[in-house]
């Protein structure tokens, strides 16, 4: 039999769950400081300790399952609640399908553990988690905001070496830590090693009783100061690679803007302060012109700042873009970058993209989230439409269109349109080194997606976005955290136009060098470096996530593998 003992109450599944739901949170507070990034190193803890007490008592599926799942819906909502002020069910589904989806690599992980042993399923959870991440970076209903070495953007002086790792690297760093700081508590506080009430049934008690004979046989468990050693030495390595760090390339003066339009009651019309879309124009030319200088080489807009809704093929007949064309002309020498919503034709429906719509009167057309750059004066609008698009919100997985078609919801049915490469706006003929990479808001926490910039040759990241969709809330915090780690990845400045939101500029080693205060009509200006030196991130990608990937196709395909002859044993020992 399994000896028992009184289960205590930080023993208690559910205690568990929120001690970890509330550690994993302090990584993501609501106004980010690196003092609360090391919670991310013990935030796993509770949750491993959960596990193993469920395992022990010889926890049906569904406990374990339902334990599992109130720790990671209390992680979600705890930290991306605020998703709720854009679109109240998009942020439903960020909290509850979220914590659904990361379930997988959980229970993946108990599948293998209890098919290959303690050995092989410990190794297995960081390596079906980072293969996780991986995936939630591609597909359709990508929401990475939650993957763990973002948890370090409040601290970006501890994770320079992400030029070589990316911020999965980051990921590999928590996991390792939490599982030596797990093997290091079972070691050293012996009240922790309670055996739970027996099951139920013999089955359960014996599945029980082979964890704990498969636990005794650990070789080596580390001490306390093994777990401290690993998160000391990267930090050690991150502080010297900072050191001997350069800001690299030539210099550009940029100006960026915050016209200040509140998008629920000013910006958009219809909004119950509605400002005339002729005034929003008047205010962001005459914010650029108070920060203009002759050395002054680009001007960067917000996200939407100009909303109309502008087709692409007669867009040079409106009269805003006439406007715009002869403010560039009063101020020669300098390209102006622009958030706005466009919208592009197709001849038929063959040559229509899958997220096309179609009116009797129109034809087949898209709308886009776009990108606007206007190197000269004269120069023919280069385009740009944002191609990570927020689900639910900006794009409806395929599999759901033909549902939610049916369904009135009072508005467009539909995702909005985007492109599959990364462009990189030409260099103006006064400023050689200048070329501009577009990254439109919820764009910037994808370091693989900011990576290919650099590789098609662009010089300077130029984020824009409308940040009061969040209202004031940690979600416009986070963001702007998130673009100093994209920083240190690509090593290249980023130039911040945020509308209500932060507007400013990071350097190369992922610093805030100039930052305007929110809520307040203002724009910045600040001289930018062009680095055109490519990192090894930035070059080879995600390494870590692919390879995560492989392993962990290998590591269930094994641990199914003997499973089942594991199976036909027993069956094969009884029928003897």
Known sequence: ????????????????????????????????????????????????????????????????????????????????????????????????????????????????????????????????????????????????????????????????????????????????????????????????????????????????????????????????????????????????????????????????????????????????????????????????????????????????????????????????????????????GVALLTGITTIGSYPNKEAASETARYRDDLGYYDIFNTGAYFAAPTAPIAFYHKSRLVPGVEKVPPILVSIVSHIDLGGTVGSVGSQAERTVYAAPANAPALRVAPVICYESIYGDFLSEYARNGATLLALFTNDAWWHDSPGYRQLLSYGQLRCIETRRDLARSANTGFTGFINQRGEITRREPAWIPTASRATVHLNDEVTFYARYGELIGRGAQLLAVLLLGFAIVRGWQDKRRRTTSHMA
């Open 1 to 332: 039999m399994i000896p028992t003992a009184k289960t205590s109450l930080w023993q208690r599944p559910a205690v568990l769950a929120v001690l970890g739901a509330l550690l994993l949170w302090g990584g993501w507070a609501p106004w980010p400081t690196a003092w609360l990034a090391p919670l991310l190193f013990i935030g796993w803890v509770p949750y491993l300790l959960m596990e193993r007490q469920l395992t022990l008592a010889g926890a049906r599926k569904g406990r374990v399952f339902a334990s599992t799942y109130l720790f990671l819906v209390l992680w979600n909502a705890l930290t991306t609640w605020w998703v709720s002020y854009a679109e109240l069910t998009a942020g439903i589904a960020a909290v509850v399908l979220n914590a659904l989806l990361m379930c997988l690599p959980l229970m993946a992980f108990r599948q293998t553990k209890k098919r290959l042993g303690n050995r092989w399923g410990y190794l297995s959870l960081p390596i079906y988690w980072i293969a996780f991440e991986q995936l939630h970076l591609h597909w359709d209903i990508t929401w990475p905001w939650l993957t763990l070495g973002n948890g370090f953007a409040a601290a970006p002086q501890w994770v320079q070496w992400y030029e070589y790792t990316g911020f999965l690297g980051g990921s590999v760093w928590v996991w390792t830590v939490n599982l030596l700081f797990f093997q290091a508590l079972l070691k050293r506080l012996p009240n922790l090693m309670y055996r739970a009430q027996p099951a139920n049934n013999l089955a359960e008690t014996a599945a029980a009783a082979a964890h704990v004979i498969d636990e005794s046989a650990f070789e080596w468990q580390p001490s306390f100061r093994t777990p401290v050693f690993f998160i000391l030495l990267p930090i050690a390595a991150s502080y010297l690679i900072s050191a001997a760090y350069q800001e690299k390339g030539p210099t550009a003066e940029v100006v960026a803007v915050q016209p200040n339009f509140d998008p629920y009651v000013e910006k958009f019309e219809g909004g119950a302060k509605f400002v005339p879309y002729d005034e929003q124009l008047t205010r962001l030319l005459s914010l650029s012109a108070q920060q203009l200088t002759p050395q002054t080489r680009l001007v960067i807009w917000p996200e939407t700042a100009l909303e109309e809704a502008y087709w692409e093929n007669t867009i040079e007949s409106n009269p805003k873009i006439r406007r715009i064309r002869e403010w560039l002309t009063r101020h020669p």
